[in-house]
């Protein structure tokens, strides 16, 4: 009998109620901490963007102060980048991925709770600022540098919420590291299965942890650097020391590399739910897997497409544009096997189908508006316009948190043994669908008549734009309302899963080992039923 077979779900949460959710070591129930911590803090970060596209509704700087504008684009990005998607990734790989690779459990389940709950903490010094204001604290304000930190700015700044900051995203990037590196022990060391049978999520996650074991370190050497400087006098990033040049670099080198830390599981996302709503089997598994890894590899050769406008040398903005357009052709081969999956498959459109689809459409309109920034006489048009602006959200909302929609919906059932309400789920795809349409695609129209990025006020003629992205943007945040609504309904009392093949995937041997751990479980936790009993009559997914 394997490990997959074993009576493997064991509660390891041996304490009621709140207590057991702080001692657990269940990787099951680190898993729902994650995601519950992701989406919070992402909600808070939607919720600085709403603050400020409100206060681009006017030309001038009449709803917040330009400052309180810089202050809130710096936290949005923080926020939605190191303590959104992240954690939300890494809750969902915790609770499938074991059950995937046929482990028991995470390789170190403590190390597995510690990686957590140093979240919490990294988040209080990330958003100090944000808890300052709140509490009334005048000597600590959010950092209004952007959240690339370039300096002379951040060095020069006398802001204690900035130093704070640095020293929560310092600690987030442990936390980040602990949890690669359990996952890809387990995936290593505790799968059953063979390479050539291994799930493509598992294999995104196992690329993932290693992007991250390599890039992180870099980030947090240069914020260490860059709290020296601004504490005790050095000159990392000092005109007379290395320059401020050279933070770009070592922050750069660090921040493409995150990009796909970001976009890779969402990529491994959509291969696994593709097939399993297409009747068909994943078209080309191994090239999907090669580019996954073809992708970890080159984005660590691209960074210096960030700096084409920082005069570098032109044969070295060559090298580069040359490479970033060469780490567009594994992505391609993951759209091209994700529609030749769908090709003649019997597709049914469920909700996470509908939002796999959306996924592929933003992103190949993120993917190829980013083609025409790797080319550097375009890049130097539009580096530093909306265009950019709306280019890189098309692929980080419209691909990435399509695809983590996309995974909520299918393991709902898994995470909270109930179903959701499928109407207010295809409500909140649509009114998502046309709000980031009309607010990302109206970005890049505004970046190609030329408006700069990054400015509280600007020209009267393109007040219309601005307030079209608003209009938008809003939409998207009432579409996350309807989605909270759902979850936290549905999870309270929603329909109870009293199959675990909630989505017909058996037929198609689409059951793939998650759900038959699953399966297991309900069956060790049913009651003895009537033996006429009619499986037709149970609640499922099939409509939804």
Same mark, same amino acid.
């Given at each position: 009998?394997?490990?997959?077979?074993?009576?493997?779900?064991?509660?390891?949460?041996?304490?009621?109620?709140?207590?057991?959710?702080?001692?657990?070591?269940?990787? #099951?129930?680190?898993?729902?901490? @994650?995601?519950?911590?992701?989406?919070?803090?992402?909600?808070?970060?939607?919720? =600085?963007?709403?603050?400020?596209? +409100? %206060?681009?509704?006017?030309?001038?700087?009449?709803?917040?102060?330009?400052?309180?504008?810089?202050?809130?684009?710096?936290?949005?990005?923080?926020?939605?980048?190191?303590?959104? /998607?992240?954690?939300?990734?890494?809750?969902?790989?915790? #609770?499938?991925?074991?059950?995937?690779?046929?482990?028991?459990?995470?390789?170190?389940?403590?190390?597995?709770?510690?990686?957590?709950?140093?979240?919490?903490?990294?988040?209080?010094? /990330?958003?100090?600022? +944000?808890?300052? =204001?709140?509490?009334?604290?005048?000597?600590?304000?959010?950092?209004?540098?952007?959240?690339?930190?370039?300096?002379?700015?951040?060095?020069?700044?006398?802001?204690?919420?900035?130093?704070?900051?640095?020293?929560?995203?310092?600690?987030?990037?442990?936390?980040?590291?602990?949890g690669a590196a359990n996952l890809a022990v387990t995936v290593v060391a505790e799968r059953e299965v063979g390479w050539h049978r291994l799930d493509v999520f598992s294999w995104t996650m196992l690329a993932t942890s290693g992007l991250v074991l390599v890039?992180?370190? /870099?980030?947090?050497?240069?914020?260490?650097?860059?709290?020296?400087?601004?504490?005790?006098?050095?000159?990392?990033?000092?005109?007379?020391? %290395?320059?401020?040049?050279?933070?770009q670099h070592l922050f750069w080198f660090f921040g493409h590399p995150e990009v796909y830390i970001l976009a890779l599981p969402p990529m491994g996302i959509l291969s696994h739910l593709i097939p399993k709503f297409s009747g068909r089997e994943l078209f080309? @598994?191994?090239?999907?897997?090669?580019?996954?890894?073809?992708?970890?590899?080159?984005?660590?050769?691209?960074?210096?497409?960030?700096?084409?406008?920082?005069?570098?040398?032109?044969?070295?903005?060559?090298?580069?544009?040359?490479?970033?357009?060469?780490?567009?052709?594994?992505?391609?081969?993951?759209?091209?096997?994700?529609?030749?999956?769908?090709?003649?498959?019997?597709?049914?459109?469920?909700?996470?189908?509908?939002?796999?689809?959306?996924?592929?459409?933003?992103?190949?309109?993120?993917?190829?508006?980013?083609?025409?920034?790797?080319?550097?006489?375009?890049?130097?048009?539009?580096?530093?316009?909306? @265009?950019?602006?709306?280019?890189?959200?098309?692929?980080l909302v419209g691909m990435v948190v399509f695809a983590l929609f996309a995974a909520c919906y299918f393991w709902f059932p898994l995470f909270t043994g109930r179903l959701f309400d499928p109407t207010l789920a295809r409500a909140h795809f649509w009114l998502?669908?046309?709000?980031?349409?009309?607010?990302?695609?109206?970005?890049?129209?505004?970046?190609?008549?030329?408006?700069?990025?990054?400015?509280?006020?600007?020209?009267?003629?393109?007040?219309?734009?601005?307030?079209?992205? +608003?209009? %938008?943007?809003?939409?998207?945040?009432?579409?996350?309302?309807?989605?909270?609504?759902?979850?936290?309904?549905?999870?309270?009392?929603?329909?109870? /899963?009293?199959?675990? =093949?909630?989505? =017909?995937? #058996?037929?198609?041997?689409?059951?793939?080992?998650?759900?038959?751990?699953?399966?297991?479980?309900?069956?060790?936790?049913?009651?003895?039923?009537?033996?006429?009993?009619?499986?037709?009559?149970?609640?499922?997914?099939?409509?939804?």
């Amino acid at each position: 009998m394997t490990r997959e077979e074993s009576p493997t779900d064991v509660d390891r949460r041996t304490l009621p109620g709140a207590f057991g959710w702080l001692t657990t070591l269940d990787h #099951r129930d680190i898993g729902v901490l @994650y995601v519950v911590f992701g989406v919070a803090a992402g909600l808070l970060g939607g919720l =600085d963007a709403l603050l400020l596209r +409100t %206060g681009l509704l006017t030309p001038a700087a009449d709803v917040w102060e330009a400052g309180t504008y810089d202050e809130l684009f710096t936290t949005h990005g923080l926020t939605m980048l190191f303590l959104f /998607v992240t954690p939300v990734t890494f809750g969902l790989a915790n #609770r499938v991925v074991p059950s995937l690779v046929g482990a028991r459990e995470m390789a170190f389940p403590r190390l597995n709770a510690v990686a957590f709950w140093l979240l919490p903490p990294a988040f209080l010094l /990330v958003r100090a600022g +944000t808890v300052a =204001d709140v509490f009334g604290v005048g000597s600590i304000t959010p950092p209004a540098t952007g959240w690339t930190f370039y300096p002379p700015l951040s060095t020069v700044s006398t802001n204690v919420g900035l130093d704070c900051t640095l020293l929560g995203l310092h600690l987030s990037g442990v936390a980040t590291m602990l949890g690669a590196a359990n996952l890809a022990v387990t995936v290593v060391a505790e799968r059953e299965v063979g390479w050539h049978r291994l799930d493509v999520f598992s294999w995104t996650m196992l690329a993932t942890s290693g992007l991250v074991l390599v890039a992180f370190p /870099v980030l947090g050497t240069a914020l260490v650097c860059l709290l020296a400087d601004r504490n005790l006098g050095t000159t990392f990033f000092a005109v007379e020391g %290395g320059g401020p040049l050279l933070w770009q670099h070592l922050f750069w080198f660090f921040g493409h590399p995150e990009v796909y830390i970001l976009a890779l599981p969402p990529m491994g996302i959509l291969s696994h739910l593709i097939p399993k709503f297409s009747g068909r089997e994943l078209f080309g @598994y191994e090239y999907i897997v090669y580019s996954t890894l073809a992708i970890a590899v080159l984005s660590f050769g691209v960074w210096a497409h960030h700096m084409f406008t920082t005069g570098i040398d032109p044969r070295i903005r060559a090298s580069f544009m040359a490479v970033t357009l060469a780490i567009a052709l594994p992505s391609a081969v993951k759209v091209f096997n994700w529609l030749a999956t769908m090709w003649g498959g019997n597709i049914r459109l469920t909700v996470p189908m509908l939002f796999c689809v959306g996924a592929i459409g933003n992103f190949v309109l993120g993917g190829v508006t980013g083609v025409f920034l790797a080319a550097v006489p375009v890049d130097l048009v539009y580096h530093g316009t909306y @265009y950019v602006v709306g280019h890189f959200h098309l692929v980080l909302v419209g691909m990435v948190v399509f695809a983590l929609f996309a995974a909520c919906y299918f393991w709902f059932p898994l995470f909270t043994g109930r179903l959701f309400d499928p109407t207010l789920a295809r409500a909140h795809f649509w009114l998502t669908t046309v709000g980031v349409a009309v607010t990302f695609l109206t970005m890049l129209a505004l970046g190609a008549a030329g408006l700069p990025r990054r400015m509280a006020t600007y020209p009267v003629r393109f007040a219309g734009f601005h307030q079209v992205i +608003t209009l %938008g943007a809003f939409l998207i945040g009432f579409a996350q309302v309807l989605w909270v609504w759902n979850v936290v309904a549905s999870w309270r009392a929603g329909p109870v /899963v009293e199959s675990a =093949d909630v989505w =017909d995937l #058996r037929e198609n041997g689409g059951l793939t080992r998650e759900w038959r751990a699953f399966e297991r479980r309900l069956a060790a936790e049913a009651p003895d039923t009537d033996a006429e009993d009619d499986p037709a009559d149970r609640p499922t997914h099939r409509d939804r």
